[in-house]
């Protein structure tokens, strides 16, 4: 099958795990005797008013700019008063509307699979159904139901009643859906059950399929013998790896690091975000706290194998992260807060333990009781939880529905 994988950002351009999804799927369809191909953005100055072609790793990829006052990856960076009409033009954008048709006529894919669509707006999902293409959306965030995406009001609390503005933007997005897509995929339940109760999901046109990780047996026997010699009287490193922003409980890992006191814990922070300075600013002179900045490939790789637990201690409704199959990919239990999808993910003392969001002093007791010895005889639970959510596994799932679809389109 020819698959069109689209995606706001790709290599090098990226802010997170839908973008490293979507480069694994590609890959990974490849393999399999697919033939994939992505469609992207990029700035002003690469494309307009076309498109460019270029080849990545074997990886067709078109990337254009998406006609608007600003590119969509330089958001966090532009003046508040000009998101609005950023918005407003991203809710319908016959640029992109016009480029994406051209693509899907040169290529002729079976099958259109939109991820993060952030500045390509509504547009696109038009442009594929106007082709023979079957179109596949997977939630990777809350896009469909706020125009920010992480249901968070500006004082970082959970948003339960939208205002009215946004009341009127999930109209035309639940329009949106449920006149254009075939088969919505979520990688959580949590993300499902949010968007059927701001009714933007018809009924048997959606499926939970969790996110897949790169894995082997041969990653798993690495990863044991790595692990094989721990020192339990030896330092307990916890990792964070993500965007250093309050909302993913940033705030929270600080405050409880701080109580729980103990000399023999050691934080590794690699990522990167608005909150970066308030942190370095705090532990300006703590020894046994370090950061890394943002991290990928081998450092990526070590950090993980040099850890022992990783922590993620969001406070907003975070779907499905990526980071917790990573995780055990290494063998780390994950301590994670009990939001969004995150508790579908850990398994209580046996791949990492939950705490409530927000609660500081919880997860300052969790860092206190750690022990080398426990977390070691979690490594096997948690490889074997990456082992049944490899990408092989779930790219079986996928090119089911992915087939599926193409039958019924015949």
Known sequence: MKICLVTNLYEPYSTGGADIYVKWLAQALMQHGHQPFVVTTCPARDSFPGFSKEVIDGIPVYRFYPLNIYWGYQAQRKPLFLKPFWHTIELWNPHVY?????????????????????????????AAKNKRSRLVYTLHDYLSVCPKSILLRKSFELCSEPPLLCKFYQMIKRWNLRKTVDMVISPSQFLIEMHRKHGLLNKNRYAVIPQGVEITSEDTEQVNKARGN???NGNINILYVGRVEEYKGV??????????????????????????????????????LKFYGWVSGAEKEKL??????????????????????????????????????IPEMIKQNETGFLFEPGDDQGLAALLQSLSKDQLRQMVSACLQTAMDHSLEHHLERLTEVYQSLRESAR
């Open 304 to 341: 993980f194998l040099s850890s022992d637990v990783c922590v993620l201690p969001s406070t907003w409704y975070d779907n499905a992260p990526l980071v917790i199959f990573e995780a055990y990919k290494y063998g780390l239990p994950v301590i994670g807060s009990r939001i969004g999808g």
């Open 251 to 288: 705030a929270v890992l600080a405050r409880a690091f701080r109580r729980a006191n103990k000399d023999n814990l050691c934080l590794h922070i690699a990522g990167l975000g608005d909150f970066m300075q308030n942190m370095q600013a705090e532990f300006k002179g703590c020894d046994n």
């Open 98 to 126: 016009s480029v994406f048709k051209n693509i899907l006529s040169k290529e002729s894919p079976d099958v259109v699979h939109i991820n993060n669509m952030g500045g390509f707006s509504n547009a696109i999902f038009w």
């Open 230 to 232: 721990y020192d339990s």
